[in-house]
């Protein structure tokens, strides 16, 4: 279906819809590598219920993909076919401070707002979000971790929607998490989490997130156009030390090059194109294959269709 069409189809159908739809959107600029191509239609969603409705009333057949900050993806050339989702700061971007040390967080609020809120309300436990540049959903999605610690470690519960536009309260036990991985159903998007902290002093938890920054801005790229880790370790490996052993730091595919301050990470050095950012990825896994036997796994997720 050609883009306006689908966004003139859906606005037609969904007369109570409140959120936002954006026919043939551009999403490099909704992703760190800062490529790929658009969204066949981009929906913004005003609030849960919003969403809620638009995924019962979505037609069957249409797809759906949901993003949060574009920290760990790389969208291909050719965009992406159906619905993309992301929830915006208006309807999801809310941190409530709750009993026992608890902290609430909308999916679109930034994982380093949580850290902040955190440490404000003394709550220690939720620094390492300090080192994270994407949002609560991704948080959820990814099992985002950093510094000894992990999304699993302190999540108590999530909010989700499904696609047929069903609310779930998803405890952290059937989030079925592992490392960078979340076995909740692929369909469910996250709206909220209920974090658990312990009691802390402000200070001490602000001093600890201005040292995970320090240390950040030391050994990664985080001012380049980056999807962070690319691949993950694997089991008993470092994924830098088999990309370094294999020969690979500095290596580049047009303006694709693989970091040279931190060799998981691959870096857009002005023109790169997500085919270039994959093929650079691909002859990253050739070369480790060749010299290690080491399978690489990605830990960024791949989206859309080729150019
Ligand atoms: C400089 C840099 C440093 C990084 N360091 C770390 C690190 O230390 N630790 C770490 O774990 N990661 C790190 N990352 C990777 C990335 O920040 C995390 O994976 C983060 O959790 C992704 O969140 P996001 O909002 O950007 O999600 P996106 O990249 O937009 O999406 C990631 C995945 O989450 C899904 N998703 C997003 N929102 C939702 C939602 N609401 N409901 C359901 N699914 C959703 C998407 O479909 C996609 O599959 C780093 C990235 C960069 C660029």
């Known amino acids: 279906m050609n883009d306006t069409a689908l966004e003139s189809r859906l606005a037609a159908d969904l007369p109570g819809l409140r959120g936002r739809l954006m026919p043939h959107a551009p999403l490099k600029d909704l992703t760190w590598f800062r490529v790929g191509g658009p969204a066949e239609v ?7 219920a919003d969403l809620a409705y638009f995924l019962k009333e979505l037609p069957a057949e249409i797809p759906v993909t949901v993003i949060g900050l574009g920290s760990n ?19 999801f971007g809310e941190t409530t401070i709750e009993e026992g040390s608890r902290l609430r967080a909308g999916a679109a609020v930034p994982d380093v707002k949580v850290a902040r809120a955190a440490a404000d309300a003394g709550i220690a436990g939720l620094s390492f979000y300090r080192g994270i540049p994407g949002c609560v959903g991704g948080a959820l999605r ?14 108590v519960e999530a909010r989700a929607v499904d696609r047929l536009g069903k609310v779930h309260v998803v405890p952290v036990a059937e989030m079925h998490y592992g490392y960078r991985y979340c076995g909740a159903p692929e369909d469910f998007i996250f709206t909220e989490a209920l974090f658990q902290g312990e009691p802390g002093d402000p200070q001490a938890i602000l001093a600890e997130m201005d040292n995970i920054a320090a240390y950040r801005e030391e050994v990664q790229p985080i001012k380049s156009r ?25 290596l580049s595919v047009g303006d694709a090059r693989v970091s040279e301050m931190h060799c998981n990470f691959l870096i857009n050095e002005g023109n790169a194109t997500g085919a270039d950012l994959e093929a650079l990825g691909e002859t ?19 989206l859309g269709l080729p150019a």
């Not at 980056?226 to 500095?250: M, V």
Request: charged share 25%; with cysteine.
């Open 42 to 48: 981009l929906y913004l969603p005003a609030d849960e």
């Open 73 to 91: 993806l790389l969208v291909r050339d050719g965009g992406i076919e159906g619905v993309v989702i992301r929830l915006g700061g208006k309807g």
């Open 142 to 155: 990814m099992n985002g971790g950093a510094h000894g610690r992990e999304t699993c470690e302190v999540l």
């Open 226 to 250: 980056t999807g962070g880790s690319t691949f993950k370790n694997p089991p008993g490996h470092k994924a830098w030390q088999l990309i370094d052993a294999a020969g690979c730091r500095g």
């Open 284 to 302: 990253v896994r050739k070369r480790v294959r060749a010299q290690s036997g080491v399978e690489l796994e990605w830990e960024i997720k791949r």
